[in-house]
């Protein structure tokens, strides 16, 4: 008995080029520590992030002038991966915003 070779339907077999749709996610962040500075800004149940020292300040005093208390960090991009872990473990109600360049709108 000869066996014969069958072309599987389209979407069976295995993936190429041509039928794998193109990645458009972010770069994988496992693969390399972010680099750089961020300006953290936390008062009342918002924590924000910035990566630059003049937009922070501009928070801060919006901060202020609605009679919070804010706290604020300067963090390598680095550790902040490891507080923003921290904080979505520890204080489930914090809005983090996350205003960095190429994350404008990104909130948890």
Same mark, same amino acid.
């Given at each position: ?9 389209? &979407? ?11 990645? +458009? +996610?972010?770069?994988? +962040? ?5 680099? @750089? %500075?961020?300006? =953290?800004?936390? &008062? ?8 630059? %020292? ?9 901060? #202020? &002038?609605?009679? =919070?208390?804010? #706290?604020?960090?300067? =963090?390598?991009?680095?550790?902040? #991966? ?10 489930? &109600? #914090?809005?983090?915003?996350?205003? %960095?360049?190429?994350?404008? @709108? +990104?909130?948890?």
């Amino acid at each position: 008995m000869t066996a014969t070779p069958t072309t599987p339907p389209p &979407g069976t077999g295995a993936p190429t080029a041509a039928t794998t749709p193109a990645d +458009s +996610s972010p770069p994988d +962040s496992t693969t390399a520590p972010p680099a @750089g %500075r961020v300006y =953290l800004v936390a &008062g009342g149940d918002l924590v924000a992030l910035f990566d630059n %020292r003049d937009a922070a300040d501009i928070m801060l005093v919006t901060m #202020v &002038g609605a009679n =919070l208390d804010p #706290v604020t960090a300067c =963090l390598s991009a680095a550790r902040w #991966v490891e507080v923003r872990a921290g904080l979505l473990a520890d204080a489930p &109600g #914090v809005t983090i915003t996350d205003t %960095r360049t190429g994350r404008a @709108g +990104s909130t948890r």
